[in-house]
């Protein structure tokens, strides 16, 4: 049985000192990602995980701390992912910076919402869900989610999104990603 605790967030720097799980996400781990292929392998993202049981009757919670760039035009992202139990839910919490989430369902809709501090994202089950950074400093956000949601990696790279962020004359614009093919 998990016991109460608390664990202290650095809301401006997303970095949680006591996290059970720090993962590092670089170019290379993103490379069929991007439109263009990226040159060099810079960290694009870091995720802070604290570990409770992966059952759904817990919620697991961490940070992402998405650093600002660009692979050509398109901003830096996640890898985005479906859960593997599709009917899981999760919120985003914006922390600092200023982003999009974009998120789609596997026969191609797709929703795109604002990502910064103040505002809380709703993922409903069945939406992939990828968050790109649209702004000049990191993007920090919150996430919890349904504990046995399991994360599916394989199908956002197998498919792709249905849209891309890109910078058009200075401003983040939404377009078509000519690469999605839906399920
Ligand atoms: C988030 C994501 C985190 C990193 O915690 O896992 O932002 O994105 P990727 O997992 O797509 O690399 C979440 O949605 N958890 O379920
Ligand atoms: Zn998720």
Same mark, same amino acid.
């Given at each position: 049985?998990?016991?109460?605790?608390?664990?202290?967030?650095?809301?401006?720097?997303?970095?949680?000192?006591?996290?059970?799980?720090?993962?590092?996400?670089?170019?290379?781990?993103?490379?069929?990602?991007?439109?263009?292929?990226?040159?060099?392998?810079?960290?694009?993202?870091?995720?802070?995980?604290? &570990?409770?049981?992966? #059952?759904?009757?817990? +919620?697991?919670? @961490?940070?992402?701390?998405?650093? *600002? /760039?660009?692979?050509?035009?398109?901003?830096?992202?996640?890898?985005?992912?479906?859960?593997?139990?599709?009917?899981?839910?999760?919120?985003?919490?914006?922390?600092?910076?200023?982003?999009?989430?974009?998120?789609?369902?596997? &026969?191609?809709?797709? #929703?795109?919402?604002? +990502?910064?501090? @103040?505002?809380?994202?709703?993922? *409903? /089950?069945?939406?992939?869900?990828?968050?790109?950074?649209?702004?000049?400093?990191?993007?920090?956000?919150?996430?919890?989610?349904?504990?046995?949601?399991?994360?599916?990696?394989?199908?956002?790279?197998?498919?792709?999104?249905?849209?891309?962020?890109?910078?058009?004359?200075?401003?983040?614009?939404?377009?078509?990603?000519?690469?999605?093919?839906?399920?």
């Amino acid at each position: 049985m998990t016991v109460p605790f608390s664990r202290p967030i650095d809301t401006a720097t997303g970095a949680i000192p006591t996290a059970d799980v720090v993962l590092e996400r670089r170019l290379s781990d993103l490379a069929h990602a991007f439109a263009e292929t990226p040159d060099g392998d810079d960290v694009v993202y870091r995720v802070y995980n604290v &570990d409770v049981p992966a #059952a759904a009757s817990d +919620i697991p919670f @961490g940070t992402t701390v998405l650093l *600002p /760039g660009k692979v050509g035009d398109e901003y830096f992202m996640t890898k985005g992912h479906f859960h593997e139990v599709r009917s899981r839910a999760e919120i985003y919490i914006g922390f600092s910076g200023e982003g999009l989430l974009l998120m789609a369902t596997e &026969d191609g809709r797709h #929703a795109v919402e604002p +990502i910064r501090p @103040g505002v809380v994202n709703y993922v *409903p /089950g069945g939406w992939a869900h990828r968050s790109v950074n649209t702004g000049p400093e990191p993007l920090v956000f919150f996430a919890a989610y349904v504990g046995d949601a399991g994360h599916d990696y394989q199908t956002i790279d197998a498919n792709g999104f249905p849209v891309r962020v890109v910078e058009r004359e200075g401003e983040p614009a939404i377009v078509e990603n000519a690469a999605f093919r839906p399920s």
